[in-house]
């Protein structure tokens, strides 16, 4: 059983930065590939970002590249969201997510997922 536990959410201003960290606890946290996603209010949940387990593979959406940076520790048991030149539309809650499947199986959802509780970005102008 996997068990995360995110941090790091808050209000910042546009064009500002923040950095988001999951810390998860669990026997198989380093062969687990980790992501983020968010959820706008009246929106569905939407992917942001992937990481395999070795970090040789990442995923991030396209409304984030170049702005968004997934990262991990797997000596810290910790994925990391660096989120730079934020935008009003990013604001939403942001949910860690692991699971035994690919990156890519992430991504897209499959297999079997846990979730963390959430954490709120919101992004003033």
């Known amino acids: 059983q996997v068990q995360l536990v995110e941090s790091g959410g808050g209000s910042v201003q546009a064009g500002g930065s923040l950095r988001l960290s999951c810390a998860a606890s669990?026997?198989?946290?380093?062969?687990?590939?980790m992501g983020w996603f968010r959820q706008a209010l009246g929106k569905e949940r939407e992917f942001v970002a992937a990481?395999?387990?070795?970090?040789?593979?990442?995923y991030r959406a396209d409304p984030v590249k170049g702005r968004f940076t997934i990262s991990r520790d797997n000596a810290k048991n910790t994925v990391y969201l660096q989120m730079n030149s934020v935008k009003p539309e990013d604001t939403a809650a942001y949910y860690c997510?692991?699971?035994?499947?690919?990156?890519?199986?992430?991504?897209?959802?499959?297999?079997?997922?846990?979730w963390g509780q959430g954490t709120q970005v919101t992004v003033s102008s």
């Open positions: 997510a692991a699971t035994e499947a690919t990156a890519n199986g992430l991504r897209n959802r499959m297999g079997k997922i846990y």
């Open positions: 669990g026997p198989t946290f380093s062969r687990n590939s």
């Open positions: 990481i395999s387990w070795n970090s040789d593979t990442i």
